[in-house]
């Protein structure tokens, strides 16, 4: 089934250590997003990537990082995570230009203790 | 730069009312629009979209919007929810400081279709 997957779905971490949240697309989409969603602050993009090899920072990226080796992988990276970390994480894609609409994983649940 | 704001957190309606939900952008020169819906525990997905043309927009699950650039906003309506329509309800607008697909969202509608 085309779409976008993350894994894990849900994940308790001690602060301090270190995550990746994977993000997987079979649409072949040349963009790719990370955002995270918190309650009453709607969804605000941590980084995001035009195409492959390329990315940039988005509204908050302090405190990660992404890579994009390829077309259909963006993983995201939590180099030593804090509570504040704690939040709910979707990845996207799209076709890459302004009118086109993004598709939405279903999100990774992250606890950071 | 570019932003978007809901002005209702929450929305009670009861079921086969109608309803509206408020969005408004900050002013630009051209803009692409979006409404999403979430559904509990799950991604967003697209209702409907404005590019260019006719200002009402018809979208899935019988919702549509209107865009007004004179009052820079973009409300999204329906008129007779169903209890299926409980969800959380994102306006977007595209960036217009570049040709990328990046988009910013709104806070969030809450929508509580009771019956």
């Known amino acids: 089934i085309a779409g976008i997957t993350q894994a894990p779905t849900s994940q308790i971490l001690a602060a301090g250590r270190r995550m990746t949240l994977r993000c997987t697309q079979d649409?072949?989409?040349?963009?790719m997003y990370w955002y995270r969603q918190d309650l009453g602050l709607g969804l605000r993009l941590i980084h995001y990537?035009?195409?492959?090899?390329?990315?940039g920072k988005g509204e908050v990226p302090d405190g990660y990082s992404v890579s994009r080796a390829n077309t259909d992988d963006f993983p995201l990276t939590l180099a030593s995570a804090v509570p504040s970390q704690t939040s709910v994480y979707f990845c996207?894609?799209?076709?890459?230009?302004?009118?086109?609409?993004?598709?939405f994983g279903p999100g990774t649940r992250l606890t950071v203790l | 730069a570019q932003s978007v704001t809901q002005l209702d957190s929450q929305v009670p309606v009861f079921e086969e009312a109608p309803v509206e939900l408020r969005c408004n952008y900050s002013?630009?020169?051209?803009?692409?629009l979006f409404w999403y819906v979430q559904y509990p525990n799950q991604g967003l997905q697209l209702l409907l979209k404005?590019?260019?043309?006719?200002?009402l927009v018809k979208g899935i699950n019988g919702f549509e919007a209107e865009f007004n650039k004179s009052q820079t906003s973009f409300h999204l309506r329906k008129p007779s929810v169903h209890i299926s329509d409980t969800a959380e309800y994102f306006c977007?607008?595209?960036?217009?400081?570049?040709?990328?697909?990046?988009?910013?969202f709104g806070q969030g509608t809450t929508l509580q279709v009771k019956p």
């Open positions: 649409m072949r989409h040349n963009a």
């Open positions: 996207a894609s799209s076709a890459g230009t302004r009118h086109n609409e993004q598709f």
């Open positions: 977007a607008v595209s960036d217009g400081s570049s040709n990328t697909g990046k988009l910013i």
């Open positions: 990537s035009n195409t492959a090899g390329t990315t």
């Open positions: 404005y590019l260019s043309g006719s200002t």
């Open positions: 002013s630009s020169v051209s803009v692409y």
